[in-house]
């Protein structure tokens, strides 16, 4: 493998000295960029431009052509896991992710299909390895997937949700069948994940996008426990380093001390969260990853300077801080604010490390 050219990204999450604070943004690939919104409109739909190795290569690299981040994404969703066992995944405009049959019985899940990472989501595998290439060892690739409980609301819903009924009835009414679909996902997720790192994946994140939709104890019995399960089913290294995970739960920063006991290198949070309280939280324990909330950029460049300066003061000395936003980008958001958030991580941020 090509030799990496810039670390500072794993370093930083493995709470090793780094220059300055690393930066990349969940969703950087997206709508916001017109040159995504044309590689798309070339796919023709959102499902195919995931299926195009070239495609999906081509919008990984083009915000890293805009900006120096320090980590690119795969381009892929968070669904494409239970599309694999069968449930018909498809997008609706303007309603999000759909799909066609549901997972709500015992004969619905043992209706689905089994499958292994490799063969039956190969495309994912062919678009790591093409963006490896295409990356030539300039920064690190990102692998992810979503946590079990995430996929598992999609499937027993149907697509996103505002209440969870049917999941949560599940849960509560039913937890023996709750519990038997989340053993399937966290196996599936585990094997996805472990493809990936085959693959080409430097690092990888769990998007527990729905667990901050539990209680607290619903959240370690239905969500912790099975991210758990994945982190210990993944390799140790990838390329002769230590593998670091990211696990970030939306909503989760009531339970960053349950988190940082999970396996992971890393914890996400979003915007909701004080990083310094965060950081006093969990300690020395794992790194931080986060937490400007997106809407900020649609403020002025200068606004969006001072929140940086804000958080990165919050955070304080030293390694271990990985400055991202607190969820993905906005579409709508400009592009040259995007230009102003990153600049101000890099420019502010190296007088936190003077003495790594």
């Given at each position: 493998?090509?030799?990496l050219?810039?670390?500072?990204f794993?370093?930083?999450?493995?709470?090793?000295?780094?220059?300055?604070?690393?930066?990349?943004?969940?969703?950087?690939?997206?709508?916001?960029?017109?040159?995504?919104?044309?590689?798309?409109?070339?796919?023709?739909?959102?499902?195919?431009?995931?299926?195009?190795?070239?495609?999906?290569?081509?919008?990984?690299?083009?915000?890293?052509?805009?900006?120096?981040?320090?980590?690119?994404?795969?381009?892929?969703?968070?669904?494409?896991?239970?599309?694999?066992?069968?449930?018909?995944?498809?997008?609706?405009?303007?309603?999000?992710?759909r799909?066609?049959?549901?997972?709500?019985?015992?004969?619905?899940?043992?209706?689905?299909?089994?499958?292994?990472?490799?063969?039956?989501?190969?495309?994912?595998?062919?678009a790591?390895?093409?963006?490896?290439?295409?990356?030539?060892?300039?920064?690190?690739?990102?692998?992810?997937?979503?946590?079990?409980?995430?996929?598992?609301?999609?499937?027993?819903?149907?697509?996103?949700?505002?209440?969870?009924v049917?999941?949560?009835?599940?849960?509560?009414?039913?937890?023996?069948?709750?519990?038997?679909?989340?053993?399937?996902?966290?196996d599936?997720?585990?094997?996805?994940?472990?493809?990936?790192?085959?693959?080409?994946?430097?690092?990888?994140?769990?998007?527990?996008?729905?667990?901050?939709?539990?209680?607290?104890a619903?959240?370690?019995?239905?969500?912790?426990?099975?991210m758990?399960?994945?982190?210990?089913?993944?390799?140790?290294?990838?390329?002769?380093?230590?593998?670091?995970?990211?696990?970030?739960?939306?909503?989760?920063?009531?339970?960053?001390?349950?988190?940082?006991?999970?396996?992971?290198?890393?914890?996400?949070?979003?915007?909701t969260?004080?990083?310094?309280?965060?950081?006093?939280?969990?300690?020395?324990?794992?790194?931080?990853?986060?937490n400007?909330?997106?809407?900020?950029?649609?403020?002025?460049?200068?606004?969006?300077?001072?929140?940086?300066?804000?958080?990165?003061?919050?955070?304080?000395?030293?390694?271990?801080?990985?400055?991202?936003?607190g969820?993905g980008i906005?579409?709508?958001?400009?592009?040259?604010?995007?230009?102003?958030?990153?600049?101000?991580?890099?420019?502010?941020?190296?007088?936190?490390?003077?003495?790594?």
């Open positions: 493998m090509t030799e050219k810039n670390d500072r794993l370093r930083a999450l493995l709470r090793r000295p780094v220059d300055r604070t690393p930066v990349w943004m969940m969703r950087q690939a997206g709508r916001y960029l017109p040159e995504y919104r044309a590689t798309r409109k070339e796919a023709g739909s959102f499902l195919d431009l995931c299926k195009n190795a070239e495609l999906a290569c081509e919008v990984t690299m083009q915000p890293l052509r805009r900006y120096p981040m320090d980590a690119a994404i795969l381009f892929s969703d968070i669904l494409t896991v239970p599309d694999a066992l069968g449930l018909g995944l498809y997008f609706e405009e303007g309603e999000g992710p799909f066609r049959k549901t997972v709500r019985s015992t004969a619905d899940l043992e209706g689905l299909n089994s499958i292994v990472a490799d063969d039956d989501l190969g495309y994912v595998m062919n790591l390895r093409t963006i490896r290439r295409e990356l030539n060892g300039q920064v690190p690739l990102i692998g992810f997937s979503g946590s079990p409980w995430t996929l598992a609301t999609y499937m027993v819903e149907g697509g996103s949700s505002k209440d969870f049917n999941i949560k009835t599940m849960a509560y009414d039913q937890p023996e069948l709750m519990h038997q679909l989340l053993s399937l996902l966290a599936a997720v585990a094997d996805y994940l472990s493809a990936q790192v085959r693959a080409g994946a430097q690092a990888l994140q769990i998007f527990d996008t729905w667990g901050g939709s539990l209680s607290a619903g959240y370690k019995e239905f969500s912790l426990k099975y758990q399960r994945v982190i210990s089913r993944l390799p140790a290294e990838a390329e002769g380093r230590k593998l670091p995970v990211i696990v970030f739960t939306k909503g989760g920063g009531q339970w960053l001390n349950a988190i940082a006991e999970s396996g992971a290198q890393a914890v996400g949070i979003d915007w969260t004080d990083i310094a309280v965060a950081r006093d939280l969990v300690g020395n324990r794992v790194a931080l990853q986060g400007m909330d997106p809407s900020m950029l649609f403020a002025s460049p200068a606004k969006i300077r001072e929140e940086v300066a804000l958080i990165l003061a919050g955070y304080g000395h030293g390694s271990g801080h990985v400055f991202n936003l969820h906005t579409p709508g958001v400009n592009p040259d604010h995007v230009t102003a958030f990153v600049d101000a991580v890099q420019e502010l941020s190296p007088q936190y490390h003077q003495a790594d």
